[in-house]
């Protein structure tokens, strides 16, 4: 197990109505702990479908999901960017 | 390129408005190479169709198509009250966004002869005319700097962590990312797959 930072913004942001929250989990990559979120049902199940349009940074940096976790990481999930 | 002080590359992501003289002024001053300053402003626009609710009236399909083509500013249709854009509102994330610019800027280094570049981006709201972003550039020709100022701007549209919501008679809603601004990327050499 490790705890992970998660953010949230924009339209993610509001439909799950949480900016962050702090979760002690044993997700091995990004993708498993989106799925982790997925399956808390409602909201979560929704905003984070697959099949939706997320995006997700790690410590602050856009990576694929297919990217490794490790404890004190911080995790971003969020729409397409919609620029200047 | 010799290495030049920290202070001619800066990024800034600020609520408060700027003042384009000033910036510009500040990227030349004492930087005696400088023959050409660019700078680009984007501006909270006069209404949006996206903004639009489904089932209402759009305007005529030419007007829409041709937005977002350069010189197409002009013909602009009048659009009802309900579906015009009382003010944008701007989020980012702190740290990430800034990062991220600061990526782009040296990218535009290693692909221009350009000496200094800034970039200021306000986030929160913002009402109809209101300045949004500007990117300022310096070089010793005008070439370089026109090209290092549209990519860096190409750029920040599909790749800076924004989000852009709009607040209008007809509702608010989060604008979504658009191809036609990845295809802008495209034209520099870069994949950009943020809108797919």
Redesign the interface.
Same mark, same amino acid.
């Given at each position: 197990m490790h705890t992970i930072q998660i953010?949230f913004? /924009?339209?993610l942001r509001e439909a799950l109505g949480a900016t962050e929250l702090r979760l002690p989990t044993a997700a091995a990559t990004v993708a498993d702990l989106r799925d982790e979120l997925i399956g808390r049902g409602g909201a979560w199940a929704e905003a984070l479908a697959r099949g939706r /349009?997320v995006?997700a940074?790690l410590n602050? =940096?856009?990576v694929p999901e297919s990217a490794p976790l490790k404890d004190g990481d911080e995790v =971003?999930f969020?729409?397409?960017?919609? +620029? +200047? | 390129m010799a290495a030049q002080p920290a202070a001619l590359a800066q990024v800034r992501i600020q609520i408060e408005d700027f003042d384009l003289s000033t910036e510009v002024a500040a990227l030349h001053t004492a930087d005696a190479r400088v023959g050409a300053a660019v700078a680009f402003v !984007?501006l909270v626009r006069e209404w949006t169709p996206t903004l639009a609710p489904s089932g209402a009236a759009l305007p005529p399909e030419g007007a829409l198509a041709s937005l977002g083509r350069p010189g197409a500013g002009s013909v602009a249709p009048t659009l009802a009250p309900a579906e015009a854009l009382d003010c944008l509102e701007l989020?980012h994330?702190p !740290? #990430?966004t800034e990062?991220?610019i600061e990526g782009m800027v040296e990218q535009a280094r290693q692909r221009f002869e350009i000496f200094g570049a800034r970039v200021l981006?306000r986030v929160g709201r913002l009402g109809l005319g209101e300045q949004?972003?500007l990117v300022a550039v310096t070089a010793a020709h005008r070439g370089q700097a026109f090209q290092a100022c549209e990519f860096l #701007?190409d750029y920040? $549209?599909?790749?800076?962590?924004?989000? $852009? $919501?709009e607040h209008g008679a007809a509702g608010s809603r989060?604008?979504?990312?658009?191809t036609s601004?990845d295809a802008a990327l495209a034209k520099w050499g870069i994949a950009a797959s943020?809108?797919a």
């Open positions: 953010r913004f /924009a339209a /349009a995006r940074a602050q =940096a856009m =971003a969020f729409p397409p960017v919609t +620029g +200047g | !984007g989020e994330y !740290g #990430m990062r991220a981006h949004i972003v #701007m920040l $549209k599909t790749q800076a962590p924004f989000w $852009k $919501k989060w604008v979504d990312a658009r601004d943020n809108a």
